[in-house]
């Protein structure tokens, strides 16, 4: 099978684990991987988003955002905490936490009312929150990628599921990535 440059590959599965580790190349991989999760999201589901700054997370959301048809802009939301998105009628919470001193401002800032089962929680820096903010169906964590000899600065994500829905997700979004993100 024929794999582009640009297309996301599965570098390693551990299905009976639920996890899934997935080379990114580029950013339009990161797009692809957007795009095939993005479909595979039900509503209520809780999605962490790891790694340091600069990893990918907010432009993994953007993506995911635009390919369910979502055509404004798709902010961090570092100052905000919160970005909300309603698309195709289901409600989209984006959250970062990063500017958390202490995880209790989750609960100070009355965030646990986002956490619906009618709304997808898409959260960047969980770990600011660690305690407060409810556990993942899905989390995946961003690494830079170290092929300095091509100096291609790709990404490699490693994706858990951490509930059965999230298990089911991740069954289907490593096939659908195996199919070339179709
Ligand atoms: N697979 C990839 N390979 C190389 N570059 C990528 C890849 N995916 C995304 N990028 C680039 O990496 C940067 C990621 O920025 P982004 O804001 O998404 O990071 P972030 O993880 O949300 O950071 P922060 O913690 O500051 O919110 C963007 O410039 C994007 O173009
Ligand atoms: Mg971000």
């Given at each position: 099978m024929h794999v582009s440059d640009d297309s996301p590959v599965v570098v390693g599965a551990a299905r009976g684990e639920g996890a899934l580790t997935v080379s990114l190349p580029n950013e339009s991989a990161t797009a692809t991987l957007g795009r095939c999760l993005a479909k595979l999201l039900l509503p209520g589901m809780v999605v962490w988003l790891d790694g340091d700054l600069g990893a990918g997370k907010t432009s993994l959301v953007r993506s995911m955002l635009r390919a369910l048809g979502h055509e404004g802009p798709v902010k961090s939301?570092?100052?905000?905490?919160v970005e909300v998105y309603v698309v195709s009628s289901i409600y989209f919470y984006h959250f970062d936490f990063?500017?958390?001193?202490?995880?209790?401002e989750f609960e100070d800032a009355g965030l646990g009312e986002y956490f619906q089962k009618n709304a997808i929680c898409l959260v960047e820096w969980p770990a600011k929150a660690a305690g407060y903010v409810p556990a993942p169906d899905l989390e995946l964590t961003f690494h830079f990628g170290s092929d300095t000899e091509s100096q291609n600065n790709g990404r490699l994500v490693e994706i858990r599921a951490g509930s059965q829905e999230g298990r089911a997700c991740l069954g289907e979004l490593s096939n659908r990535i195996r199919r070339g993100g179709s």
């Amino acid at each position: 099978m024929h794999v582009s440059d640009d297309s996301p590959v599965v570098v390693g599965a551990a299905r009976g684990e639920g996890a899934l580790t997935v080379s990114l190349p580029n950013e339009s991989a990161t797009a692809t991987l957007g795009r095939c999760l993005a479909k595979l999201l039900l509503p209520g589901m809780v999605v962490w988003l790891d790694g340091d700054l600069g990893a990918g997370k907010t432009s993994l959301v953007r993506s995911m955002l635009r390919a369910l048809g979502h055509e404004g802009p798709v902010k961090s939301p570092t100052y905000t905490l919160v970005e909300v998105y309603v698309v195709s009628s289901i409600y989209f919470y984006h959250f970062d936490f990063y500017r958390f001193n202490q995880p209790e401002e989750f609960e100070d800032a009355g965030l646990g009312e986002y956490f619906q089962k009618n709304a997808i929680c898409l959260v960047e820096w969980p770990a600011k929150a660690a305690g407060y903010v409810p556990a993942p169906d899905l989390e995946l964590t961003f690494h830079f990628g170290s092929d300095t000899e091509s100096q291609n600065n790709g990404r490699l994500v490693e994706i858990r599921a951490g509930s059965q829905e999230g298990r089911a997700c991740l069954g289907e979004l490593s096939n659908r990535i195996r199919r070339g993100g179709s």
